[in-house]
């Protein structure tokens, strides 16, 4: 099972956007660290989450488009979704314990005495729990900002899974189809 040139490149150039995208996460943090007076973080952080997850979606419906167009293998398909979802799963982990840094009462659940390193990775399996929809979770989201942050989740996991359940190849021709019928001029 070799996956093709293209996928492997459109995975590497996506990474570093979606780095940029997380460590600007990591930048929030240093500032509510750091104690930055006269801006409430949560908010800022609640603003960047929306703006991310329209980013996740139309990036991976255009990337899903895209690659309708080649002569790609369902499991090469598959191992770009695999990575969309991972980062998913992965920054709104990273979303979830920055809420949590800012104000501990938005989460109920969580074990006081963990490090970061723990923290984040109780953060990263709730939002594998939430995108999975799984719901063995032990940790509940306590405030708005919290809440909001899930629904955002969820509705970007409802969307990714009905892509992936919609089966890549009915809807590539579905798409070469449409492509068609519109360069079609009769």
Known sequence: MKVDRYII????KTSVEYVFIISLGIFLI???ESEFAGLEIKYLILTMAG???WY???KGFRRISEFSGLDLKYYEFLVFI???ISVIVLSFGFDYFCIYKTDISSFSGVPQDLGYPSLFFKFVY???MIFTNIGIIKIVPESTEAEILVIFEAILSFITIIF???DFLS???SLSSSNIKSADPS
Request: proline content about 0%; hydrophobic content about 55%; overall charge positive.
């Open 171 to 173: 809807l590539k021709e």
């Open 56 to 58: 996740f979606l139309t």
């Open 82 to 84: 695999a990575f969309n």
């Open 164 to 166: 992936i359940l919609s």
């Open 51 to 53: 703006f991310k997850s």
């Open 126 to 128: 709730f939002s594998l």
């Open 9 to 12: 490149k459109t995975i590497l």
């Open 30 to 32: 240093f500032l509510d």
